[in-house]
């Protein structure tokens, strides 16, 4: 009979030779997964066999991950900026990039804003962080895909929000016409078609690419938000986009076009730009 260090070893390798980024540690997520166990509480099993019933609960979520599924699709689970969210192919996998983009919010803003919409909402990781951030805040979140907004209905119930979290299925701002908010914040698609083809198999193959991939050498989304903007921003308010490499000349540009007084480019931790927070 396979221990569980046996398996946990085993797997490894696997997922070395799969290419897996991180081997040990996805072992280590999917093997407790299948077992219930906490990886400390897997340190303390290490000599333990396992049956053949454990076994099998293990090999399919193994199987998966060797097929470059993401490891928190087959957990179904993830965590953003300390709150533990519900994931899956309906929405992109909220990222540690955007974490940082919420902790620039939050610092921009001395007293919070009453009014945040949050644009393509996914599986609503920025408008339920926001809204835990700025307890006194009511939050717009509006996505243009019924099967994303269904995740983040699922979400807001799960973290206990649902009376300030509201979802509006729209594109864009075709859903709150009339509308005015403090703060809007937008995760749009940012890449080109170029782009997603060379992010990871994990990115390209599993995550839905109208989420991903705009066109326009991924600017078309980003000049649509960015010119629709001010006609829902109340006087001082702020837009805060998260976009991709080489975009903040040109978003800039369409920023002070649209009449915005000023916009500020911030790099993530990798040291590129990544975010603007801009104020009408």
């Known amino acids: 009979m396979l221990t569980v260090l046996e398996v946990l070893k085993k797997t490894t390798e696997f997922f070395t030779g799969k290419g897996i ?34 076994l099998d609960r293990i090999r399919p979520l193994v199987r998966r991950r060797g097929q470059r599924e993401p490891v928190q699709y087959i957990l179904g689970e993830t965590e953003f900026h300390g709150l533990k969210l519900k994931v899956d192919r309906r929405a992109l996998i909220p990222r540690p990039e955007t974490e940082f983009l919420i902790d620039l919010i939050v610092g921009d803003w001395p007293s919070a804003p009453s009014r945040v919409a949050d644009l393509g909402t996914g599986s609503g990781a920025i408008a339920l962080a926001l809204a835990r951030a700025f307890p006194d805040a009511r939050v717009t979140a509006v996505d243009a895909s019924p099967e994303a907004l269904t995740l983040a209905r699922e979400n807001v ?96 540009r369409w920023l002070a076009e649209a009449g915005f007084a000023r916009s500020d480019s911030h790099r993530d931790l990798a040291g590129r730009d990544r975010f603007v927070l801009a104020r009408y």
Do not use: K
């Open 21 to 54: 980024e991180s081997p040990r540690l996805n072992a280590e997520l999917l093997v407790g997964h299948a077992l219930g166990l906490q990886r400390m509480q897997l340190y303390l099993q290490f000599e333990r066999p396992l049956t053949e019933s454990e």
């Open 157 to 252: 119930a799960g973290c206990g929000l649902a009376e300030r979290v509201v979802l509006v299925q729209s594109d864009w701002f075709s859903g709150i016409a009339g509308e005015s908010f403090d703060l809007i914040v937008a995760n749009p698609p940012y890449l080109s078609s170029e782009e997603t083809a060379q992010t990871a198999p994990e990115v390209h193959e599993h995550e839905p690419h109208a989420a991903l991939t705009a066109p326009d050498g991924g600017l078309a989304d980003l000049r649509e938000i960015i010119f629709a903007a001010p006609a829902h921003l109340r006087r001082g308010g702020q837009l805060a986009l998260e976009t991709g490499g080489g975009q903040h000349p040109t978003l800039h």
